[in-house]
């Protein structure tokens, strides 16, 4: 009796769940790197009586096939796999078969939003891997970028990284996590150290696409994507519960940088937990001056002031080699949980937070006025960042919606600056407070051979709280014990709030004609919404009470890659990008080197037209390669700091200038100023001498046109790149790096002040021209090498020495100079 219910049961769950998914009848095979279905594979049955082929689209019925055997996959090219039919009958619809030849094409995950391997794409992506990233024991997510010889990294202070790619640089360059924008409303155009609340440790990927992007990505994408990817739970595995330690440190700045991070896999769920703490202390920099310039860069004194203690005069450095007020702390907490559901559903949950210490701004801190440091305080109050966002992954199976992922995203970002100067007891605040609402829906799918298309929506919306005031310190001795007086002063954003919004959809269609020729086509139609409200309290200008910016933008892509046979491949493209202005563009207020940048309500969109053209040649194996590629680009309605009369301000003679906390100072503010064009080229290459050397690198050009109205393009760095040679053995990697960069002339820096010519040695001191007066970017270039050992098989240690010959340099457009000599250690250990 007992026996018969339990096949009744049997026999009714079955019939029940053959019903609910249609007896199971369609299933989808894809390539497990690529996701591109897989034609002709051969589906049978373990006795072999049935059997069929997947059609075009990797679909097949196997509606005919018995329940109680196993369904067997098996093509030439690829691993065979099986699976039970009862998995069929609880929903699963794909069929994933892993390629048997590793030396496949790479796949991108971020072009259009959608995974493609690099054979039908045109852009230019550089990827950095995760075993790059351990190998250079990097230390933030800003210093990481620099592992792509083609994106160069600027420098204000210790804790800071802002990147530029092909001439732009802060919110021209969309920065991205887990398919979710970090660019919020208050990007600024000049530099930006928000990269650094990336936490390398948690970084599985990081994809960069170089040049116009905004078909899949929206506004901002002039210069293209940094695409970080974390970390994933794995299913399933053998070891339920794993953990890992690694510490790192850098003799340079006597940096202790330490994590700890633990895995849990389950059948059906995941997580990932990671804590990081890092302390940074004050950089030393090169003794070995070879640009000649002997005093170029040093700290001769330094404000020993802080939030809490009080000095009246500068401080003598005994060290001047020794840049004070560069050191500061971080933690960073990353929780990321993974969900298996029914039907080949999968649940992320994904959580960031990341906080600092004060961040002293050593570019200020360094500035003189009068023979004396102006500043005693200048720093970033304590930098927050807080990330939610859950993703669900479907598959859905229709060709028009094979599968599709949705990611809904919640950001908050405090940042604060404090300023007071040497001879006053002023303090001033400024403080900022976003919150940021995202969802993206991205869908994929297959309609023809050849075929495949993705599509999708983005809603975002910020809403911006900003405030200033002032304080007066009361001092005990040399310490801070109160504040009085507290009084409103402008805040740097509007006073009385301000939003963005954005709702934005798309579309890209990839045609692979045959195995030589891909056509690629995408269009993106964007509506933006800024608004902007100042009451009367401290305003610059008194004309000024609100902004209502509306406007609509539509960017596409048009790109072929052709390969006239396995060794070559000829790629062409042309793109737009847009950038539309946000809040810091039309409302900031800013005090920098004597000018005042102020807002203007009257921005408008600005856009860049890109046409790129390359040519990649392959070794047979694939394990060789050269990329060469050229590109132009036309900016339109460019914005650009610029002179700005405040008309209605009396407090000077001069209409040029203004009164601002107490001092008269020029006055700038953005501008849409006409066309500009910029053009340049990269080269990438890799090749494999011998099974364990391989030598890689690249470099990068760029120029721009030189307006006679409104000087040079900023972010216009000289030609930089970097070349390794590596030994790669079983348990040891070892890599000498060979990094450089090229002078820069005076008269080819920007006139709105971007690119800190003020920063560059001084060689005629009484000039008023700043042309004549500074010197320009000296010319430098660095050796390093470093090694990696496994010294057991949970156990790995890191060695490194950096900047080998202890050379004193300083990047393009930065405000510090770069680390001398540097001995790295590092140890990771797994239980």
């Known amino acids: 009796m007992k026996s018969s219910v339990k096949k009744s049961l049997i026999l009714w769950t079955t019939s029940f769940l053959c019903l609910h998914n249609l007896c199971g009848q369609e299933i989808w095979v894809e390539d497990s790197i690529s996701g591109a279905p897989i034609e002709d594979v051969h589906v049978f049955t373990e006795s072999g009586n049935h059997s069929t082929l997947t059609d075009a689209l990797g679909k097949v019925n196997i509606k005919n096939f018995p ?9 030439l090219g690829y691993q065979p796999t099986s699976i039970d039919y009862l998995e069929i009958l609880e929903g699963k619809k794909i069929i994933q078969m ?119 990505y929206g506004s901002d994408a002039l210069g293209g994507v940094i695409h970080y990817y974390t970390k994933s739970p794995k299913l399933n595995e053998n070891k339920v519960v794993q953990s890992e330690f690694s510490s790192a440190f850098n003799h340079a700045n006597r940096s202790l940088v330490h994590n700890i991070n633990t895995t849990l896999s ?18 030393r920099i090169g003794e070995n001056r070879r640009h000649g310039f002997s005093q170029w860069g040093l700290t001769p004194y330094f404000s020993l002031n802080s939030r809490n203690e009080y000095r009246a005069n500068p401080t003598y450095n005994s060290n001047p080699n020794i840049q004070k007020n560069t050191g500061y702390d971080q933690y960073d907490l990353f929780q990321k949980f993974l969900f298996k559901l029914p039907k080949d559903m999968v649940l992320n949950m994904n959580i960031q937070y990341s906080e600092s210490s004060d961040i002293d701004r050593y570019d200020k801190l360094s500035e003189v006025r009068s023979g004396s440091l102006r500043f005693s305080e200048w720093y970033y109050g304590p930098q927050k960042r807080f990330f939610l966002s859950p993703q669900l992954k479907f598959f859905l199976g229709k060709n028009w919606l094979k599968k599709g992922t949705i990611t809904a995203a919640y950001q908050n970002v405090q940042e604060s600056r404090i300023n007071r100067r040497f001879e006053s007891l002023t303090r001033a605040h400024q403080i900022e407070n976003v919150d940021v609402f995202s969802v993206n829906a991205d869908f994929y799918g297959n309609f023809a051979k ?68 891909t056509l690629n086509g995408g269009l993106r139609m964007t509506g933006s919404q800024v608004m902007a409200r100042w009451n009367e309290t401290a305003l610059v200008d008194k004309l000024l009470s609100e902004v209502d910016l509306n406007s609509n933008a539509l960017t596409y892509t048009l790109a072929m890659t052709y390969r006239p046979n396995p060794k070559w491949q000829i790629n062409s493209l042309i793109s737009s990008g847009f950038r539309n202005p946000n ?4 409302g900031k207020i800013r005090e920098s080197n004597g000018i005042l940048l102020v807002p203007n309500s009257f921005l408008k969109p600005e856009y860049a037209y890109t046409f790129e053209s390359g040519i990649k040649h392959m070794a047979p194996n694939k394990m060789s390669y050269i990329d060469l590629r050229g590109y132009i680009t036309m900016i339109s309605r460019h914005i650009v700091r610029s002179d700005f009369i405040v008309f209605t301000d009396k407090t000077t003679e001069d209409e040029n200038t203004i009164m601002y906390n107490g001092e008269e100072v020029l006055t700038q503010a953005n501008k849409n100023l006409g066309n500009r064009f910029i053009c340049g080229g990269s080269l990438e290459a890799q090749w494999t001498v011998a099974d364990p050397l391989i030598i890689r690198g690249g470099l990068t050009h760029t120029t721009a046109d030189q307006n006679a109205d409104y000087g040079p393009m900023p972010s216009i760095a000289p030609l930089f790149g970097s070349f390794s040679i590596s030994y790669v053995s079983k348990k040891l990697e070892t890599q000498l790096l060979w990094k450089f960069s090229d002078s820069k002339d005076p008269t080819e820096y920007s006139w709105g002040g971007e690119d800190g010519l003020n920063e560059t040695p001084i060689v005629n001191p009484l000039a008023s021209d700043e042309s004549i007066r500074y010197y320009g970017m000296p010319s430098w270039s660095i050796w390093s090498i470093l090694s990696q050992y496994q010294f057991k098989e949970n156990v790995t240690f890191n060695l490194g020495l950096r900047n080998i010959f202890d050379l004193h340099y300083r990047t393009f457009g930065s405000g510090i100079s770069s680390e001398g000599r540097s001995f790295q250690l590092g140890v990771k250990v797994k239980f």
């Open 67 to 75: 329940m109680e055997e196993t369904i067997n996959f098996s093509l």
């Open 583 to 586: 809040i810091d563009d039309i």
């Open 98 to 216: 892993v390629p048997e030849d590793q030396t496949l094409e790479e796949v991108v995950l971020s072009i259009a939003r959608s995974q493609a391997t690099r054979d039908i794409i045109a852009e230019q992506v550089g990827v950095i891997s995760r075993n790059e990233i351990d190998l250079n024991t990097k230390t933030t997510g800003a210093d990481l970028l620099e592992l792509n010889p083609n994106i160069r990294l600027q420098k204000s202070q210790g804790g800071g990284g802002s990147p530029a790619l092909r001439g732009f640089e802060a919110n021209r360059v969309l920065l991205v996590v887990d398919g979710v924008r970090m660019n919020n409303a208050i990007y600024r155009s000049g530099h930006l150290q928000n990269a650094i609340t990336i936490d390398p440790h948690n970084i599985e990927r990081v994809e960069v696409t170089f040049g116009s992007s905004s078909v899949g």
């Open 266 to 283: 389950f059948k059906n769920w995941g997580s990932l937990t990671s804590v990081s703490f890092s302390n940074f202390g004050d950089i």
């Open 450 to 517: 050849g075929h495949s298309f993705s599509y999708g929506v983005e809603w975002t919306h910020n809403e911006i709280k900003s405030l200033g005031f002032s304080s007066d310190l009361i001092i005990e001795l040399e310490n801070i014990v109160g504040y009085t007086n507290t009084t409103n002063i402008p805040s740097r954003y509007p006073n009385d709030g301000s939003s963005a919004s954005s709702f934005a959809a798309y579309l890209n269609w990839i045609y692979r004609a045959n195995e030589r020729l």
